[in-house]
Each structure stands twice: as structure tokens, then as C-alpha cells.
């Protein structure tokens, strides 16, 4: 008669204290961390790129006016260049937009959130101060601020600019899910910021990213109907991240692992440990494995 299997320990749990002791120390190892910063510069650098290469595009050169085309086209290798750049570092957001949604969708956690937002805005002025520093002054213009044309109206632009950010997000969740693949997705992200474009040229100058329409607007100093360019893009990130996440791949972490991947104590590295491990293993998980999710979350 073979004796029954006895089931697996569960490793680091103390029954003796709650779960999610020492948070706060955790909490701080990563906001102290080398590679944290690291990401928030790889923020500033890419959305810096970003800007300046984007609005280079719309600059009006009397030789050489720029096309929808044109501009299209070059805010997609600009996009694309960027992510390839740093994604594989800060996972590149370079967009409020883009952050929020990741907020939301537990995937980094609150202080990553603002340092990269914060980032991102510095990012945005320095690469339009850049731009406006080494461009004639008859050339620069408004420097490519986004602006509504005359037979829009502001609730308009509000949802076209929502409609516009949210297929930007879904993309973003698409192409960085790491259930689905590891490869970058400079190509697709790049494509779908030239997809939005290409249509939103013609009603807002499409905006998608608040730190694109902020950078320029500080250095011109002018704000009108600015509120129109982080209204609508927070507003389909916060869409793109709640379909994507609650309709079209459900997420099914613990609220105990939102809790920590908000706060920033959730070890990502031990979760796909763990992953990987009951994968490999026959019937693919069940209960036990269920509970040991939480590993990477209590002390």
C-alpha cells in the first residue's frame, strides 16, 4: 500500500503574524532602490525623445509644410524608438495616460506611478524646450500645442480624445502582457499612436498623451483648452484599463496582491517563479497553488 502524498508546506507564511507585516520596509526598499530611479529617468529620457521628435514634425517650415502623413509617421518611429529603448527598463509609459491605466490595473504600484508621471512632465518640457532652443524663431510657431479646431466643440474633443488614448491602452495591454509573450512591442505600440493620428490630427491635433500637450504649452505659455488633453486621455485610460482587465483577460489577483502591488511590495520576480513552477507541474495548479500566490505577498 503506497502512503498518501503529504502535502507541500507553505514556505515564509507565520501564523503567528498578519500578513503584510514589514510593508513599510519593503515598501521603502524599492522607492530606494538603484533600479527604481533608473526607470524614472528612462521616463524622463523617452518622453523627452518622444517630444521632441514629434513636434519636430509639425513644425511649419515655409520650404516644406508637414503632412498629416508626414506627422503621422513620424510620431509612430518616435513612439516606437522609445519603447524599444525603455521598455525593457521603466516598461515604457512615456505617457500619464498609459501610467494611470497601469495604476488602476495593478500592475506598478502608487509611489512608481507618480515618480513616472512627474517624470514624464519634465520629460515633455524638456523636449520642447529642446526643440524651441534649436529652431528659428520664424519657424517655431506655437511649437505643435494641440488645439480644437473651430467647429468642435470641447465635449467633442473631450471624446475624441477619449476614443483616441483608449485604443492607445488596450494596445499597451495587449502588446506588454507578459502571460502572452516576452518581445518587445515597440512595432505595435508604434502603430497604434500613428492609428490615432491619423484621424485625430483633423479634430485635435491628437494629443493621446497629456505630457506631449504639456510640454509645449509651458514653453509658449499658452493653456487654452489645455483641461481638454488630460480629461479625455486619463479618461479612456481609466476605460482601457477597466475593460481590458475586467472584460477581455480578466485578472484574477487577490485583493491582498493589489494591496501589496500598490503599495509596492509585491515581488513580480517570485510571483513568475511560482507561475512557472505550477505550469510545470501535472493539471497545472489547483488550490494549494491558488494560496501560495500570496507568497510573494505576506512575511
Known amino acids: 500500500m503506497v502512503p498518501p502524498t503529504p502535502a507541500r508546506p507553505l514556505p515564509h507564511i507565520n501564523p503567528h503574524k498578519p500578513c503584510g507585516g514589514g510593508w ?8 530606494l532602490s538603484v533600479t527604481f530611479y533608473r526607470a524614472v529617468f528612462a521616463e524622463f529620457l523617452a518622453t523627452s525623445i518622444y517630444v521632441f521628435f514629434g513636434l519636430g514634425s509639425v513644425l ?28 525593457h527598463v521603466s516598461g515604457a509609459h512615456v505617457n500619464p495616460a498609459v501610467t494611470m491605466a497601469f495604476l488602476l490595473g495593478s500592475r506598478i504600484s502608487l509611489a512608481r506611478a507618480a515618480c513616472y508621471m512627474v517624470a514624464q512632465l519634465a520629460g515633455g518640457i524638456a523636449g520642447a524646450a529642446t526643440l524651441y532652443g534649436v529652431t528659428p524663431a520664424e519657424v ?9 479646431r473651430s467647429n468642435i466643440t470641447s ?32 512595432t505595435f505600440i508604434g502603430i497604434s499612436v500613428a492609428l490615432g493620428h491619423l484621424i485625430g490630427i483633423y479634430f485635435t491635433g491628437c494629443s493621446m498623451n497629456p505630457a506631449r500637450s ?20 486619463m479618461t479612456g485610460a481609466i476605460l482601457a484599463s477597466l475593460i481590458y482587465n475586467v472584460l477581455l483577460y480578466p485578472d ?11 503599495k509596492g511590495t509585491f515581488d513580480m520576480e517570485a510571483e513568475d517563479m511560482e507561475e512557472a ?9 489547483g488550490a494549494l497553488e491558488k494560496e501560495q500566490g500570496c507568497l510573494v505577498v505576506c512575511d
Open 214 to 233: 504639456f510640454g509645449p504649452a509651458v514653453i509658449v505659455n499658452k493653456f487654452t483648452v489645455h483641461w481638454i488633453f488630460w480629461v479625455g486621455p
Open 24 to 31: 513599510g520596509r519593503r515598501m521603502w526598499k524599492e522607492v
Open 252 to 262: 484574477l489577483k487577490s485583493l491582498s496582491q493589489r494591496l501589496a502591488i500598490l
Open 155 to 186: 465635449g467633442q474633443a473631450v471624446a475624441v480624445e477619449l476614443i483616441l488614448t483608449f485604443q492607445l491602452v488596450l494596445c499597451y495591454f495587449a502588446s506588454t502582457d507578459r502571460h502572452r509573450n516576452a518581445n518587445s512591442p515597440a
Open 277 to 285: 513552477k505550477q505550469n510545470r507541474q501535472p493539471g497545472g495548479g
Open 60 to 87: 511649419r517650415w515655409p520650404s516644406a509644410l508637414p503632412t498629416i502623413l508626414q506627422i503621422s509617421i513620424t510620431f509612430n518611429l518616435a513612439a516606437a524608438t522609445v519603447v524599444q529603448i525603455a521598455w
Open 140 to 148: 517655431q510657431g506655437s511649437l505643435g500645442i494641440n488645439t480644437v
